[in-house]
T-cell receptor, first 115, second 112 residues
């Protein structure tokens, strides 16, 4: 079985400050990890993914995420937040072992960036 | 290159009715996945279609069914609608079963 936890329902940060949105996961085999962003009344937009290799993954719009195998975490980060980053963020995991392509999403974290 | 499109945008149905939602995949993509996103929740995987065959299914009852057509567009059918079926239904297309998924804007279904 696989699961994702996003422990914070909401994250508040001032514009210009660094932001972190937390994600921890559980899979039996090797994880594929993803971050998506969802704006109101829109579908999900892909931000970045980790499959293998470098633990620091760089993605769209200046976002990056750090894969930590020992802590089973994949936190999303950005050095300097923008008001336009305010949205709903979803972490997802897929077990890459056994040929399963079914992803599991977290419940989402609402990021609010204050001017 | 056109993105993933879904129709209709919004839909209101009565309990017990049937509904069909449609999805056109991104150009060049041969795989379509459907998700249900209830209010305040993350998307839940319903099923995936690859080359017109169902290829993976989440924990949804048989009254959720689908089709994929030769042009790789897809339909999601839900029979005997229940109040709990009210949700945003998302379609995502990809190149291959494990490819990066591109999501459509969703169809908001309300069951009364």
């Amino acid at each position: 079985a696989q699961s994702v936890a996003q422990p914070e329902d909401q994250v508040n940060v001032a514009e210009g400050n660094p932001l972190t949105v937390k994600c921890t996961y559980s899979v039996s085999g090797n994880p594929y990890l993803f971050w998506y962003v969802q704006y109101p009344n829109r579908g999900l937009q892909f931000l970045l993914k980790y499959i293998t290799g470098d633990n620091l993954v760089k993605g769209s719009y200046g976002f990056e995420a750090e894969f930590n195998k020992s802590q089973t975490s994949f936190h999303l980060k950005k050095p300097s937040a923008l008001v336009s980053d305010s949205a709903l963020y979803f972490c997802a995991v897929r077990d890459n072992t056994g040929g399963s392509y079914i992803p599991t999403f977290g419940r989402g974290t609402s990021l609010i960036v204050h001017p | 290159e056109t993105g993933v499109t879904q129709s209709p945008t919004h839909l209101i149905k009565t309990r017990g009715q049937q509904v069909t939602l449609r999805c056109s995949s991104q150009s060049g993509h041969n795989t379509v996945s459907w998700y249900q996103q209830a209010l305040g929740q993350g998307p839940q995987f319903i099923f995936q279609y690859y080359r017109e065959e169902e290829n993976g299914r989440g924990n949804f009852p048989p009254r959720f069914s689908g089709l994929q057509f030769p042009n790789y567009s897809s339909e999601l059918n839900v029979n005997a609608l229940e109040l709990d079926d009210s949700a945003l239904y998302l379609c995502a297309s990809s190149l291959g079963e494990g490819g990066e998924q591109y999501f459509g804007p969703g169809t908001r279904l309300t069951v009364t």
